[in-house]
Nanobody
Framework: QVQLVESGGGLVQAGGSLRLSCAAS????????IGWYRQAPGKQRELVAS???????NYADSVKGRFTISRDNAKNTVYLQMNSLEPGDTAVYYC??????????????????WGQGTQVTVSS
């Protein structure tokens, strides 16, 4: 089992910044990617950004150039620096950890874990 503890959410005005943290503990050897997802009221949960053990990153188009994901391997912690926040970024942000790999051409994900979520509210 992997435990994920998130922190850093809150209320900020448009144009402001927040930094989210996700600390992983437990069987972290069973995962190789940590990401942030968000879910706004009435919408599906969507990927915001992810980072692999090797440091490869992936971003949603809507946050490219504004958000930066990074990790501190010594602390097993992943950060999401969010700048130039917009009201459309308002959502509950969830940290997620999993193992992903390819078997031939098939992309597989297993050992999915979720944090409890942290609210980010951006006022206009």
């Amino acid at each position: 089992q992997v435990q994920l503890v998130e922190s850093g959410g809150g209320l900020v005005q448009a144009g402001g910044s927040l930094r989210l943290s996700c600390a992983a503990s437990g069987s972290t050897f069973s995962i190789n990617t940590i990401g942030w997802y968000r879910q706004a009221p009435g919408k599906q949960r969507e990927l915001v950004a992810s980072i692999s053990n090797g440091g490869s990153t992936n971003y949603a188009d809507s946050v490219k150039g504004r958000f930066t994901i990074s990790r501190d391997n010594a602390k097993n912690t992943v950060y999401l620096q969010m700048n130039s926040l917009e009201p459309g970024d308002t959502a509950v942000y969830y940290c997620s950890a999993h193992k992903e790999y390819y078997r031939g051409n098939v992309h597989l994900i297993e050992n999915r874990y979720w944090g409890q979520g942290t609210q980010v509210t951006v006022s206009s």
